[in-house]
């Protein structure tokens, strides 16, 4: 039995710029490099053979030298298991980047960082392929046919796009040819998505980003670990959850509720139901629907304030419970701007428009009410 872990798009030296509370910024980058370490310690824990990187490990072409120095060094300390690493379009290897010979790689890690070649380890019975980025774009496939032997496994690493290979122009990847490629196994980098699938006898998947880098990176991410037993052709594949905090997105339906407080307890319910009870470590997107009463006093500044979740966006998409037609057939100040934004809803000719005019005409009854209920 031969255990391999595989983990890609790490983007090690991302900035975590653009999150909602940017005092968060350094947290997120040691939550990044803690992610990195911990998949180490993982391989150490399971007795790990081989850790594959299909590219993208740093975040650019050009990583700080005391990043790379801590990579390399962090490597060193878990040999004897071997790093395979290609280079990606984001890390991707030219004369003088830190993947040069010159830079003290340690003993244990190869590098894939140009035509397709391999490393033989004939003591656990298998070959590594690969090859890797040498520019921004790969714009013809990396990917080489290999010699199938039996009784020995066939692994590749490489950074590419299996998925939208028709015009792709980061080492376009398509069924055809991964089915043709001879391979057993397959480690894909470039898709920061967990996926998994099946070309002829060759079985592929991309492990997805260790840990998510923003809202378009949502739910538990982590790394996959491959188990090659003797006498199978392919491997047992586990995911193995890492990260330490995760976006996630969702909406809330707030209707009749009145106040923070009790939009604020509504929420925390419901986070803590779908999340667990330490739903607060995450980074949520929350759309806030439904129909709120006229006189509610609920608001985004109020709302944050009572939930201490690291990081939070809140889309405000509730409209206040009112009956806008009924209101609309009275001949006063309140019913004819009522008619005349309905009549902008109604021909409004996207949800955004939409949307920016069901705000517009809550925001003007608010007013108007306020102003009959004010006394100055
Ligand atoms: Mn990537």
Redesign the pocket.
Known sequence: MTKIVQI??V?LGFAYAGLAYPRRQKQRQQDLWQTFLDALHYCQKIDAKLLLIP??LFDTPNPDAALVQDVQDAFREIAPIKVMIAT???DFAYAGSCWDDSQKWPDNVFIFKSAWTQLDLPELQLTVWGAGFTAPYAKTSLLQPVPSQPNHWQIGVL?GDAFTPDHSPYNPLTTAQIAASGLNWLAL????KRIQAQAGATAYAYAG?PEGHGFDEQGAKGILVLDFKPGQTQPTVTFQPLAQRQYLELKIDLSGLDSNRAAAARIKTTLAANDGPDYLRNLYKIHLTGALPPNALITENGLAAQLPVFDLRLHNETHLAIDYQQLAQLDTLTGNFTKKILGKIEHATDETERQHWQLALDLGLRAFQEDLTDAH
């Open positions: 890609s798009d983007h590219g993208d990606g379009n984001h950074h980098g470039h898709i920061h980003t």
